[in-house]
């Protein structure tokens, strides 16, 4: 049995994601001690035929790839975690690369942490697709899964970055893996599968933020637009209202009160159809609010 596994959601990536595997299999760990798991989510490109090169050119590697034809992020997450075995899970992105010592770091730190750390999580570092825009603040990033938790390593209550974490087996299993009703499907931006976090967390499992596990995610250059921002803003706060609920249906009740910038000066939301204009956090903040709103009143589903 391996002692960590990489699962790698993909869909239609196939120039990325060969990038990511090469990086992969060019780690410092022993070949026979991880095994990569690629979930093909639905790709109508060349997804089969970049997995098929890789292999060949690393045989001495494990490399399996999944069919998943439910479409979402959730569901190809999941697909990893039945067809895997290690007892140390990474979800990564097919659109980040790691540094060659990524899983060997990943291993000292579970075991420098002890058995009831449930995850792991690093930092990003963003690899702009296009020229990072005047207007994107530091305090912006994050909706990027581009931003950690600082410099310092500690524990975290809050969940940790997707793109970079490695979850025990036992913990996420227990949690119930990640939540389908709350992962990113098509055209929609809901982001809410560190749900399952919180539900480890308030199973007693330790969350644990390690800042010297990087990796360098791509963003993509139709992410550095005020439209998109705008969008992902809007979609965050149905996220967030998906998170309370799906905590709920948990028998997790969430006790931090909820502030919500609902201006009533109509002229104060004149930034909603001015989609080509630069944004500003507090717009931004506004848009996640209002997205909310509407999901707590029923407007927007969530389940």
Not at 20 to 34: A, I, K
Not at 195 to 214: C, E, N, Q, R
Not at 226 to 237: I, L, S, T, V
Request: overall charge negative; charged content about 20%; hydrophobic content about 40%.
């Amino acid at each position: 049995m391996p002692d960590i596994s990489v699962v790698i959601p993909t869909r239609n990536r196939a120039a990325f994601l060969e990038r990511c595997l090469v990086s992969l299999c060019e780690q410092t760990l022993d070949p026979s001690r991880f095994e990569i798991c690629v979930v093909d989510n639905g790709s109508v490109d060349k997804t089969e035929a970049a997995v098929a090169l890789i292999k060949a050119r690393y045989p001495h590697h494990r490399i399996i790839l999944v069919e998943e034809p439910q479409l979402g992020v959730a569901y190809a997450r999941n697909a990893g975690v039945r067809r895997t075995t290690a007892p140390l899970i990474v979800q990564g992105d097919d659109d980040a690369t790691a540094p060659p010592d990524w899983l060997e770091l990943f291993l000292a730190s579970f075991a420098a942490q002890g058995d009831k750390v449930g995850k792991i999580g690093g930092d990003v570092i963003p690899v702009w697709g296009a020229p990072r825009p005047d207007w994107l603040t530091d305090g912006m990033l994050y909706l990027l899964s581009a931003a950690g938790f600082g410099t310092q390593p500690h524990f975290v209550d809050e969940g940790l970055l997707e793109g970079n974490g490695c979850y025990r087996r036992e913990a996420l299993i227990a949690a119930g893996c990640f939540p389908t009703t709350l992962g990113r499907k098509g055209v929609t931006l809901l982001a809410a599968e560190h749900a399952v976090d919180l539900v480890m967390h308030m199973a007693g499992w330790k969350l644990y933020y390690d800042p010297s596990i990087v990796i360098h995610h791509h963003i993509h250059a139709e992410r550095l637009t005020p439209a998109w921002f705008r969008r992902r803003y809007f979609w965050q706060g149905v996220s967030d209202y998906a998170v309370r609920a799906y905590l709920k249906s948990k028998g997790i009740e969430s006790t931090g009160a909820v502030s919500v910038d609902m201006p009533f000066d109509r002229s104060n939301w004149t930034f909603i159809n001015n989609s080509n204009e630069p944004p500003t956090e507090d717009g931004l903040n506004r848009l996640r609010s209002l997205g909310f709103v509407l999901a707590s009143s029923g407007f927007i589903p969530v389940a």
